[in-house]
C-alpha cells in the first residue's frame, strides 16, 4: 500500500470532537459578510479580515484565520520532522482550496472551495 492511498479512519479517533455549530461561530466571531449570493466572496467583517493571514505551512501556500494557520505550520514541521517519508509525498493528495462566504441552501456560511 503506498502512502497515498484512501484509508478508513480507525474507530476510537476523535471520539468527542465535534465541529462548531454555525450558530456558536456567530455569536463568537460575527458574520462573515454583510450580504451573500451564490459567488465565493471574501469576508468583509473588519474584526475577521484583520485575523487573516497568508504564510506558509512547509511546501503549503496557505490562507486563513491567523490561529488556524500557526496550528497547521506546527503540524506540518512536526510530520516534516517526525515522519520525513509521509512529509515528502504529501502533494499528491493536497489541493488548493480557497476561504469564502458564501448563500448555501438558506442559511450564509463560509466555506473552503476548491
Not at 502512502?3 to 463568537?28: H, K
Not at 467583517?45 to 488556524?68: I, S
Not at 514541521?77 to 438558506?106: N, T
Amino acid at each position: 500500500m503506498a502512502l497515498t492511498d484512501l484509508v478508513s479512519i480507525p474507530e476510537g479517533i476523535n471520539q468527542n470532537v465535534r465541529n462548531a455549530r454555525q450558530a456558536t461561530m456567530l455569536a463568537l466571531l460575527g458574520n462573515p459578510r454583510d450580504s451573500y449570493d451564490q459567488e465565493c466572496r471574501e469576508m468583509t467583517n473588519p474584526r475577521l479580515a484583520e485575523l487573516m493571514t497568508t504564510d506558509r505551512a512547509g511546501p503549503l501556500h496557505v490562507r486563513g484565520l491567523r490561529p488556524a494557520v500557526e496550528s497547521l505550520k506546527q503540524v506540518v514541521a512536526d510530520i516534516q520532522s517526525r515522519e520525513p517519508e509521509v512529509f515528502r509525498c504529501r502533494g499528491e493528495k493536497l489541493s488548493e482550496r480557497r476561504l469564502c462566504a458564501i448563500r448555501r441552501s438558506s442559511h450564509a456560511t463560509v466555506i473552503t472551495q476548491r
